[in-house]
């Protein structure tokens, strides 16, 4: 039987925060980004505003309308980046199978060890070496360990087994299980599926008819049968995606706004990825509405590319399917998924494309000139046509930027 | 309470990059740091921080020196003792 540990840093941005100003350990306060900027939402919160009903995600002024004497700390990305990555060489003492799961969550194996031992000895280093509390999870694998993390904070440990998990797991939510969103979470409860006993106890072919494969993987989360394996730290170190986002000063009304933010966001995804030699085959756009609804489509390309003309007519024509400029939206993202690296060599067309080609030898003498002379040394004509707050929403521009996955990990 | 200070430090590399600080400089006077007691990585609980933590022994006084990620040195000083110099 595996042994797998699911360590969560508890409050992980508060907690930063506190390690570096102890004035406010012990206080109301929550990680947000600038209100000016329309970032303002909360990232993290610490435990006394959480007593105070504060949620992550939501806006800044609501935060403050539950509890007034809220202290409000801009966030600090680079510090949180370097606390994960002490962490995760913490980690990397006690297995070569780490996987982590965002800046602040991490998967090990410990398989063949005594892991409430382990467990304990992370925490004990965690608080001493960084000054942050972990609540970790204890079990056979990866579903009920990240669950077991879930259920004692701050700076815990709970052990799920074989003998015990029916007791422990199946009271529980259906919506604490992995990957169960909103949308599932209340499809799930309008089936009288409450808790995730009730998902072991449905039919699972009902469950399939319901849920197509996703109800599979519901079933088998829910009666302890994940058996997906924890990443070599080696392969976690993959790049799996390329993608930027950005929220604009002002509400996306429409299509000519949204294309323009399109463009800019595609230049930004092909040049990050020819920078790391890259093509994607997939492209994905994200859609967030101003009432914080947020949808995502894909689309296959015909071949891997690196090029911005050609993610950015995927993108146009996926916003054109999935939005009818009915409603405003307040964030657009752009990904490169299922990607290729081009080091190893790359398939080449049988019918060459003149057209790709002298696009390549754009972008590239493009990506030159802004390595040379900075990003705003050249840039689309359409851009011309508006004013310069579009220009204040490049994904390049240290004014509005936000990355969807950047060079993430894992596969958003 | 306590303020993070950050001072000049003398310190010894050695052919394996080991990093023994030797003094410490603070406002124009030099600390001689008499042995190094122990280095691992902590925060600083009192003026807030976190790098690798120095417990130095100077004269009869224990103390820590941190050397923080930008490769800076720091001392957690109270803040009657800073402002009364």
């Known amino acids: 039987m595996r042994t797998i540990l699911h ?27 600038d209100p000016s900027e329309r970032h303002g939402i909360v990232l993290a919160k610490s435990d006394a505003a959480k007593k105070c009903g504060i949620k992550t995600g939501e806006a800044v002024w609501t935060a403050r309308q539950k509890c007034p004497e809220l202290i409000v700390v801009p966030p600090c990305g680079e510090k949180y980046v370097r606390f994960s990555h002490m962490m995760r060489d913490i980690y990397a003492e006690y297995s070569d199978h780490v996987e982590p799961f965002g800046l602040d969550e991490s998967w090990l194996d410990v398989t063949g060890r005594d892991g409430m031992e382990i467990a304990c000895s992370l925490r004990r280093r965690a608080l001493k070496e960084l000054g942050i509390t972990l609540s970790v999870g204890v079990s056979f694998n ?9 259920m004692h904070k701050p700076d815990a440990t709970a052990v799920i087994t074989p003998r015990n998990y029916k007791q422990k797991v199946w009271p529980m939510p259906a919506c604490s299980l992995l990957f169960i969103g909103r949308a599932t979470m209340h499809r799930l409860y309008a089936y009288g599926l409450n ?16 849920f197509g494969k996703n109800g599979d993987t519901l079933y088998a989360y829910a009666a302890g049968k994940d058996d997906a394996p924890v990443m070599p730290i ?27 933010i399109l463009y800019l966001l595609c230049d930004s995804v092909a040049e990050r990825m020819r920078k790391k030699h890259f093509r994607c085959r997939t492209v994905t756009l994200w859609l967030r509405d101003t009432q914080l609804q947020s949808f995502t489509r894909q689309m296959k390309l015909e071949r891997p590319t690196d090029l911005s003309a050609d993610l950015s007519r995927a993108a146009l024509a996926l916003l054109r399917e999935s939005w009818a400029a009915d409603r405003p939206l307040r964030s657009l993202g752009v990904q490169g998924g299922d990607l290729m690296d081009i080091r190893n060599g790359a398939q080449l067309s049988i019918l060459p494309d003149p057209l790709a080609s002298r696009q390549a030898v754009l972008e590239k003498t493009a990506d030159q000139l ?25 994904p390049d521009s240290s004014l509005a930027a936000t990355n969807m996955a950047a060079v993430s990990g894992r596969q958003s | 309470m306590y303020l993070r200070t950050y001072v000049q430090v003398s310190a010894i590399f050695d052919e394996n990059g080991v990093v023994t600080p030797v003094s410490i400089s603070l406002r124009g006077k030099t600390y001689s740091i008499d042995r190094v007691l122990g ?16 417990t130095v022994r100077i004269g009869s006084s224990e103390t820590y020196l941190f050397l923080d990620a930008e490769n800076r040195w720091f001392v957690e000083e109270k803040a009657a003792d800073a402002n009364s110099i």
Do not use: M, W
Not at chain 1, 10 to 16: E, K, M, Q
Not at chain 1, 196 to 208: T, Y
Not at chain 2, 39 to 54: D, H
């Open chain 1, 234 to 260: 080696s392969e976690t170190d993959d790049i799996k995606s390329v993608g930027n986002s950005t929220t604009p000063a002002f509400d996306i009304c429409d299509y000519s706004d949204a294309g323009r």
């Open chain 1, 370 to 394: 802004h390595a040379r002379f900075g990003a705003e040394a050249l840039y689309r004509g359409v851009l011309l046509r508006q004013d310069h707050r579009l220009l204040r929403a490049a």
């Open chain 1, 195 to 210: 808790t995730i006993g009730d998902i072991v106890r449905a039919d699972p072919e009902s469950l399939h008819t319901l």
């Open chain 1, 7 to 33: 360590s969560d840093c508890n409050n992980f941005y508060a907690s930063v925060e506190c390690v570096f100003s102890p004035e406010l350990r012990g206080k109301p306060i929550a990680v947000c980004g």
């Open chain 1, 142 to 150: 990866k579903v009920f360990a990240k669950l077991g993390s879930d």
């Open chain 2, 39 to 54: 280095k691992r990585p902590a925060p600083a609980l009192k003026s807030g921080g976190q790098g690798i933590r120095y």
